[in-house]
């Protein structure tokens, strides 16, 4: 595993932060070898499922399968892990395609020996199984991780919010505008709000000083 020096690493035993550099990783995939660090220049959603033939994840990858071309117009690729070996995600994406009639059209990782997940912190170091590998980490073009969401063994993620926050992220990464909640392309966005208190005491100033909307171009 990769280290990189110019961001502190993460706790013993715990996660990964929001700003921090995506640990890089080369492993075998449905795709062939995938490394992380070949995605660079554009942005990844790096997701975990616990198991492969489960049901909860089965109706994940059939949304994501069909949600992939929207992912791809905004430049956003999708790699999938899980500790299932590679043979057994080829059977699964199999019985998908046959029983759901999609294609899963992204890599899924296999990490039988959960170092990726470990070195993500989806699991801490005296986990014995997956249960906890249902994680999100929104990569920017630079492998910094902007944004990540945790979800528990019985509940799905949502594909639409996976977009929106894939999208929105894209939207305000330049540091010019914020995003309000629920914001989709073509809502208005927010300005940052001045940093000194003169702005904000000055004779004449709106009281909404702080809460500025301006149209989305």
Request: charged fraction near 20%; glycine fraction near 8%; proline fraction near 9%.
């Amino acid at each position: 595993m990769e280290k990189e020096s110019n961001l502190p690493a993460p706790p013993v035993g715990g996660g990964l932060r929001i700003g921090q550099l995506a640990p890089v990783f080369q492993a075998r995939s449905t795709w062939g070898d995938v490394r992380l660090d070949q995605y660079r220049g554009r942005w990844v959603v790096f997701f975990s499922h616990p198991a492969d033939f489960t049901p909860v994840c089965t109706s994940e990858f059939v949304a994501l399968a069909r949600a992939a071309p929207k992912f791809e117009a905004i430049g956003c690729a999708l790699i999938g892990l899980s500790v299932d070996s590679l043979f057994s995600h080829m059977a699964w994406v199999r019985a998908i395609q046959e029983i759901f009639d999609v294609v899963v059209p992204f890599p899924i990782v296999e990490d039988p020996s959960m170092v990726i997940g470990r070195a993500y912190g989806m699991l801490d170091e005296f986990a014995r199984d997956s249960s906890a590998m249902r994680a999100s980490y929104f990569i920017d073009p630079d492998g910094v991780i902007r944004a990540m969401t945790w979800y528990p063994l019985t509940v799905g993620r949502s594909v639409d919010e996976m977009l929106r926050l894939a999208t929105a992220l894209q939207r305000a990464h330049a540091g010019d505008v914020l995003t309000p909640e629920g914001w989709r392309p073509g809502d208005d966005l927010l300005a940052p709000p001045p940093t000194n208190l003169e702005h904000a005491l000055k004779p004449g100033a709106p009281y909404d000083w702080f809460y500025k909307t301006r149209k989305d171009k």
